[in-house]
């Protein structure tokens, strides 16, 4: 059940902390920051939600997933914490994942947060810092993050790179960054330390960005950035979406995987993060090309496209030419079903149920007496990706409100055996959950 706690008053502003909520295999705390009136401090509210993984005795890290501008992207980012597929990333790395959501209406400067310079790092840094002392996780304050920002949380996440790149264990830029807008002078030009370089960094426009007269910048954005980049050694590779535009679309399908490879590479003892040597990795000439290992590449390194490993490399090749990510596993099986009978007569069951880290969760399918009698969702949707059962927004994050395991069977029988299994979105079904009665 939500637990509330009182206002607090910190540094002139409200710091409003809210209910801590239980998850299917976490809980997730949360606080909010009112707007501040101060120069230099940030001028929009923001709610930062945290999801904190089942048993974990000290989190290794922190994947942030930032949202971009405008109110609906805004809105979006408030289910960032919700996304199964996301914490099954984060439960592998012992890793809380961290959701921001900005008060920012469509006509405001997003520019006012997204350039963290002016707010925004210092009051996701006090996040950190308040929700260690809440959770009880001080390690909160000083583990190494993950950055993926879509839009105007990639232009944040790029600028995130330059400030803090010592706390920084890799970076997604999904359609966008800030390069271009500091090297055309639209906000003021970071100089850039060489720690940035040693990021492992991946810029993911949409193809169909290219020619999009609204959107084409975060395709040259990216292209220029990875180009500039590469010139000076970074760890950085491009990975177009080639079905999607400025939308997420099934970007995580290589996001995770990319988190994955690279949070096996970089995560020490103590918080520390280990370097990356970049001829350990793999190198393409370009996205169309075929990648090989560094040490058989034939052209020059620094006009390649950077990959960290051989396996991520198959990865890559594959979504930049079909936008898919093939998966031969299933998913894990359901647990912790519980059934009971309601006054009028139905069954009610509920039950958890972690996603898989390959192809994310799809539904499920209740079966009564070894017979299929319904699947969640009853009718799939596939708006911005494959059909997942928490719904996909535009933003990569779940449909609100989050989507709940539960069923109801309006007839069912004192006598009656029912189980659980869970769909990938690769099509491939769990095992079975253990059996339950009423």
Not at 293 to 321: C, H, I, M, Q
């Amino acid at each position: 059940m939500p637990r509330f706690v009182p206002l607090a008053i910190l540094s002139g502003l409200f710091l409003i902390t809210v209910p801590q909520f239980t998850t299917a295999q976490g809980v997730i705390h949360q606080v909010r920051y009112g707007p501040s009136d101060k120069p230099g401090e940030l001028i929009f509210g923001v709610t930062y939600r945290v999801w904190i993984p089942e048993g974990v005795k000290k989190l290794k890290g922190v994947i942030v997933h930032q949202h971009g501008c405008g109110k609906g992207a805004c809105e979006g980012g408030m289910t960032a914490a919700d996304d199964l597929h996301w914490q099954a990333l984060a439960a592998k790395w012992d890793c809380a994942l961290l959701g921001p959501s900005f008060e920012q209406e469509d006509a405001q400067d997003c520019r006012k947060w997204c350039d963290p310079r002016n707010g925004s790092r210092a009051r996701f840094l006090q996040a950190l810092d308040d929700l260690a002392q809440k959770t009880g996780h001080a390690e909160l304050a000083t583990a190494p993050w993950s950055l993926w920002g879509h839009s105007g949380g990639a232009f944040w996440a790029s600028l995130m790179m330059i400030s803090d790149p010592s706390r920084i264990a890799a970076v997604w830029l999904r359609s966008g960054s800030g390069f271009s807008a500091w090297e055309k002078g639209e906000i003021p030009k970071p100089e850039i330390p060489e720690a940035t370089y040693g990021i492992p960094t991946m810029c993911n426009p949409g193809l169909k960005e290219r020619d999009d007269k609204r959107f084409s910048g975060a395709w040259i954005g990216a292209e220029s950035m990875t180009n500039a980049y590469r010139s000076k050694g970074a760890l950085i590779g491009f990975a177009p979406d080639p079905k999607t535009n400025h939308e997420c679309g099934d970007s995580r399908y290589m996001a995770i995987p990319f988190f994955d490879t690279c949070l096996e590479m970089r995560l020490g003892e103590g918080g520390q993060l280990k370097p990356i040597d970049q001829t350990k990795g793999w190198l393409a000439t370009d996205w169309q090309s075929e990648a090989v290992e560094f040490s058989k590449f034939k052209g020059d390194p620094a006009k390649a496209l950077w990959l960290p490993n051989a396996g991520f490399a198959r990865v890559w090749r594959e979504y930049v030419t079909t936008s898919q990510v093939s998966d031969k596993t299933p998913p894990p099986a359901p647990s912790r079903l519980k059934i009971t009978k309601s006054a009028d007569g139905k069954t009610q069951l509920s039950w958890q149920a972690a996603a898989d880290l390959e192809s994310g969760l799809a539904g499920f399918e209740i079966l009564k007496d070894g017979q299929v009698i319904g699947t969640l969702p009853e009718k799939p949707l596939a708006t911005y990706g494959k059909p997942l059962f928490q719904g996909m927004s535009y933003h990569d994050t779940p449909k609100a409100p989050v989507a709940q395991m539960q069923f109801v069977d309006q007839a069912g029988k004192a006598d009656s055996k029912y189980q659980i299994r869970s769909i990938n979105t690769a099509g491939l079904k769990s095992g079975f959950s253990a059996a339950g009665h009423p």
